[in-house]
C-alpha cells in the first residue's frame, strides 16, 4: 500500500489504524466458528455439498460425519461470508437433507485462516 519512500510516520499510522479497526468487529474481520448439524445429514451427500458452499464462499475449513449421526466441522473467512454459510447450514444443506438444528460455537476473531482450504476429512 505505501512506498518503502514513504516515511515511518505513515506506516506507523496504517499500523494504528489497522489495529484500531480490528477492536470493532466489521464484516471484514476474519472468524472462525465451529458447527454440528442435526437431523438426516448422513447419507446425502451433505459433506460434499457444504465443502463446495464454502469453496464457492472463499471460505477454508473442514467437514465430518459423526459417529453420532450429525455432521459436524469448522468455518473461517470473512464475518459476512461466514454468516452466509451459518445460514446454508441452517435451512439449506443438501437437496436430500432435512435439517432439524444447527449449533454454531466457539466463535473467535483470527488474524490468519488457519487452514488452506474447505476439506471433507473422515
Known sequence: MF???????ARWSLHCFRASSRSVMSSEDLIS??????GRVQGVFFRKYTQTEGKK?????????TTAGTVQGQL??????????????KTTGSPKSHIIKAEFENEKTIDTLEHSS?????
Request: proline fraction near 2%; charge should be positive.
Open 57 to 65: 464462499l472463499g471460505l477454508v475449513g473442514w467437514v465430518r460425519n
Open 33 to 38: 466458528v465451529d458447527y454440528e448439524i442435526f
Open 3 to 9: 512506498q518503502k519512500s514513504r516515511s515511518f510516520g
Open 76 to 89: 473461517q473467512g470473512p464475518r459476512n461470508k461466514v454468516e452466509q454459510m451459518q445460514e446454508w447450514l
Open 118 to 122: 474447505f476439506k471433507v476429512v473422515h
